[in-house]
Nanobody, 117 residues
Framework: QVQLVESGGALVQAGGSLRLSCAAS????????VGWFRQAPGKEREFVVG???????TYYEDSGKDRFTISSDAKNTVYLQMNSLKPEDTAVYYC???????????WGQGTQVTVSS
């Protein structure tokens, strides 16, 4: 089992950048497919971007949000780089891990990102 802790959320002005971190303990993240999600007030949680490792290669999944980039240290931490932030990016951001069953079973507590106009 893996435990996930997000950090890096903050209040930022529109046009700014942030990098969120998702730190894992218990098992290394390369054993999982890892995704970043977000949930804005009054809205459903949505997938932002994902990463997985297989056969020595790294694969990326995106949702078309070009301003968002996922990366990792290929061990215990996955990052979400967010650029040109907009007020509509305001949300709680979560990282989650799928152990290979096609379901994100493990979730962090989330980190708040607020973008002011």
């Amino acid at each position: 089992q893996v435990q996930l802790v997000e950090s890096g959320g903050a209040l930022v002005q529109a046009g700014g950048s942030l990098r969120l971190s998702c730190a894992a303990s218990g098992r290394t993240l390369t054993n999982y497919r890892v995704g970043w999600f977000r949930q804005a007030p009054g809205k459903e949680r949505e997938f932002v971007v994902g990463i997985r490792w297989s056969g020595g290669r790294t694969y990326y999944e995106d949702s078309g949000k070009d301003r968002f980039t996922i990366s990792s240290d290929a061990k215990n931490t996955v990052y979400l780089q967010m650029n040109s932030l907009k007020p509509e990016d305001t949300a709680v951001y979560y990282c989650a891990a799928d152990p290979g069953h096609g379901v994100f079973e493990y979730w962090g507590q989330g980190t708040q990102v607020t973008v002011s106009s």
